[in-house]
C-alpha cells in the first residue's frame, strides 16, 4: 500500500483498524474527501466492506475525520522533533516532507488535510474541524519554536500562519505544475522570514 508521509506512515501498526486509516489517508490525498467511497476505502485497505463499518459505524465521515487526526499526529511528531534543532532546520525539513509527498507520488498526492478542509459532508462537519485542528497545532508548533528563538509573540503566529498556508498552495502548484520549482523558491522566500523574524542566521 502506498504510503502517506514517508517512512513514518510504514511503521503503523498492521492491524485492520490501522490499515483502513491509513488507506483513507491515502486515498484524500490523491482524490480528495467526495470523490472518495467506503467502498473503495475498503477495497484500497484490503478489508471487507462489513468491517469498515464495523470499526467506523460513523461511516466514512468518522473514517476521514480518524485520517486526518492520523496524518495530524504524523506530522506534529515530525515537527516537534524538528524543531528541536531550531525553527530554520525545521523549516527546511517541513519542506523537504511535503517535497517529498508530491515526487513519491508522480505529483498524484498532496495533504489530505487540505483535502478534507476545502471539501463539505452534507452530514457532519467532523472531517472539516479535524482539519482545523491540525493546522492549528502545527501552526501552534512552529510559532512557539519561533517565539522561543526570539521571534515577538505576534510576529510568531503570524509567520507560522504564512509557512503552514504557504507550504499548502506549494503542494497544490507542484501537482499541478508537474515541478517542485514553485516549492524551491517559496523554501527560499520562507527561510529568509524565518532568519529575520528570530534576528540571527543560525538554526
Not at 468491517?51 to 506530522?75: C, I, M, N, W
Not at 525545521?90 to 471539501?119: H, I, N, T, Y
Not at 492549528?136 to 522561543?148: E, P, V
Amino acid at each position: 500500500m502506498t504510503v502517506v508521509l514517508g517512512k513514518e506512515m510504514r511503521m503503523v501498526e498492521s492491524r485492520a483498524r490501522d490499515r483502513m486509516v491509513v488507506a483513507a489517508a491515502d486515498m484524500l490525498r490523491r482524490r480528495g474527501l467526495n470523490a472518495t467511497s467506503v467502498r473503495e476505502l475498503a477495497k484500497h485497505s484490503g478489508a471487507p466492506l462489513g468491517s469498515t463499518y464495523h470499526y467506523f459505524p460513523g461511516g466514512k465521515s468518522q473514517l476521514a475525520t480518524e485520517a486526518v487526526r492520523f496524518v495530524d499526529g504524523l506530522v506534529a511528531r515530525k515537527l516537534a522533533k524538528d524543531l528541536s534543532a531550531g525553527p530554520v532546520v525545521a523549516l527546511r525539513e517541513f519542506v523537504d516532507m511535503w517535497r517529498k509527498v508530491v515526487l513519491d507520488s508522480d505529483f498524484r498526492a498532496g495533504c489530505p488535510v487540505l483535502a478534507v478542509s476545502v471539501e463539505d459532508l452534507p452530514d457532519t462537519d467532523d472531517p472539516r474541524l479535524a482539519a482545523a485542528a491540525a493546522f492549528d497545532q502545527w501552526t501552534g508548533l512552529l510559532a512557539d519554536s519561533l517565539r522561543a528563538h526570539g521571534a515577538a509573540d505576534a510576529v510568531a503566529t503570524r509567520t507560522a500562519t504564512l509557512i503552514v498556508a504557504a507550504l499548502e498552495g506549494c503542494v497544490a502548484i507542484c501537482r499541478a505544475q508537474r515541478d517542485t520549482a514553485a516549492m524551491d523558491r517559496t523554501a527560499d522566500a520562507l527561510e529568509e522570514v524565518v532568519r529575520g523574524v528570530i534576528g540571527h542566521s543560525g538554526g
